[in-house]
Structures are given as C-alpha cells and as structure tokens.
Nanobody, 122 residues
Framework: QVQLVESGGGLVQPGGSLRLSCRAS????????ITWFREAPGKEREEVGC?????LNADSVNGRFTISRDNTQNTVYLQMNSLTAEDTAVYYC??????????????????WGQGTQVTVSS
C-alpha cells in the first residue's frame, strides 16, 4: 500500500526555519520524483518544488527552500528558511503522476499524504 506521511510542521516566528519530512512506505522513493505543494485558505494550490528520482538535492520554486532525499530512510525533506507569514499553509508531499522519475509533470500527482500545518507568526 502506497503511503506518504508528512511531519515537522508547527508554529515558527518570521525569519525562522523548519524542516519537513515526507516518509514513504509501500514503495521506494528513489524510483519516483517527489513534489512538495502547499495549500493556504483562500489561495490556490501552489507547487513548492520537485526533486527527481536521481537527485539528492533540489531548489524550491522560490529559491528559499531546499528539497533533499535520504534513500536509506526512504524520506524526502523540505528545508525552509527565512519563513514569512506568506508561507503559512498546509504542506504536502506527493508522487509525480505516472511514477515519473523527472519533474516534467511536477504539477500532476498520484499519491499524497495528509499534510502538515506550517504557521509563521510572531
């Protein structure tokens, strides 16, 4: 059974950092590209970034975050720095559609987890 579980969210002050985790089960993460996306109330779903199956690191769309993977832990991470209130959202990790190994279709997903809430506030 394919499952993704996000964790690591919480409340952080503006300018702070958080590291989110995405642990996979039922498959190995090194066979598929992984997209992080986020959803905030009143806003459209937004892609945060994507890491291909053969990459160990990738930059996010906004350039402030870094995506990495640890295949020994079957886990992908999202390191978020210089957080602002605009980053407040529920963050999800997902498998790119069709078990694609690259990020060409990073905006299409097959599986995703329950999400983890990130709140940036003073």
């Amino acid at each position: 059974q394919v499952q993704l579980v996000e964790s690591g969210g919480g409340l952080v002050q503006p300018g702070g950092s958080l590291r989110l985790s995405c642990r996979a089960s039922g498959f190995t993460l090194d066979r598929v590209a992984i997209t992080w996306f986020r959803e905030a109330p009143g806003k459209e779903r937004e892609e945060v970034g994507c890491i291909s199956s053969d990459a160990l690191n990738a930059d996010s769309v906004n350039g402030r975050f870094t995506i990495s993977r640890d295949n020994t832990q079957n886990t992908v991470y999202l390191q978020m720095n210089s957080l602002t209130a605009e980053d407040t959202a529920v963050y999800y990790c997902s498998t790119v559609a069709g078990w694609s190994r690259d990020c060409s279709y990073s905006h299409e997903y097959d599986y995703w987890g329950q999400g983890t809430q990130v709140t940036v506030s003073s």
